[in-house]
């Protein structure tokens, strides 16, 4: 209660919230639930997989990358550390007929709220297919631009048209391979432990600055068991409810004293 009703406490908590998620303070283990390094495995497995069958999109020159580990967060020994283009597909690209309906979403139609709906457009592919960002059901994207990033905009994508679209050229997308929650990764992306050093990372001039791919993807990412991932998410929602709940109570509050 004393950082909620701080000036700016309810921002700072839904911050402290994300960060304790995605660094194993928010959880406890399950005995039995198994260790996140069996599953980085498998992962890996899965991802050879599909580069043989030619149904993955390579990004040799960051796959080559020394992950950078934090020395400052120490994870649960069933965590392990890991990074974007290590479990997921980066850039992802769609295959369909050009005269299939699709979704189109412009920046206005990403939310910087959490789990905050997306404003799509229906639009034939071939419109869209080319000079527009791809994604699909499933993906996870985030906002590259200021001040788009620094505002939080970034979504889980789901429920567009035909499960696929195209949009603002403005965004970094990231398809999870099996085994990694979509919406895992989208608490990562939004907490300040990616943020803020995501921020000393952006190139280009005052204005124009964006979010470079190379952070984006080699970025460390602290990675739990399946099972502990869908904790993790049921938790940081029930408090975001909570966050809410508190925000509206000092905005009621606010109106009656004037």
Request: net charge positive.
């Amino acid at each position: 209660s004393h950082i909620a009703n701080a000036p700016g406490g309810v921002q700072r908590l839904r911050e402290m919230i994300y960060n304790l998620a995605v660094t194993g303070n928010l959880t406890n283990r399950i005995e039995n639930e198994g260790n996140a390094s069996t599953l980085l495995d498998k992962i890996k497995v899965e991802k050879s997989s599909r580069i043989k069958a030619k149904k993955f999109k390579r990004t040799p020159k960051f796959e080559k990358l020394e992950c950078k580990i934090p020395t400052n967060i120490k994870l649960p020994p069933h965590w392990v550390w890991t990074n974007l283009v290590s479990i997921g597909e980066i850039s992802p690209k769609n295959q369909a007929n050009d005269d299939l309906d699709a979704s189109f979403i412009p920046m206005s139609g990403v939310s910087q709220l959490h789990s905050g709906a997306l404003l799509d457009e229906n639009r034939k592919w071939g419109n869209i297919k080319k000079g527009y960002t791809q994604f699909a059901d499933g993906d996870v994207v985030v906002a590259k631009i200021t001040p788009c990033f620094e505002n939080g905009k970034s979504a889980l994508i789901n429920n567009l048209t035909n499960g696929i679209g195209a949009g603002t050229t403005e965004l970094h997308v990231v398809r999870p391979l099996p085994g990694v929650n979509a919406r895992y990764i989208y608490i990562f992306l939004r907490s300040p432990y990616f943020m803020v050093e995501g921020k000393l990372n952006m190139t280009g001039t005052a204005g124009q600055k964006r979010l470079t791919s190379e952070y984006f993807s080699t970025r460390a990412l602290p990675l739990p068991p399946e099972g502990e991932q869908a904790r993790v998410i049921a938790k940081v929602d029930e408090l975001m409810v909570l966050c809410d709940t508190l925000e509206k109570q000092q905005q009621q509050q606010k109106k009656s004293q004037n």
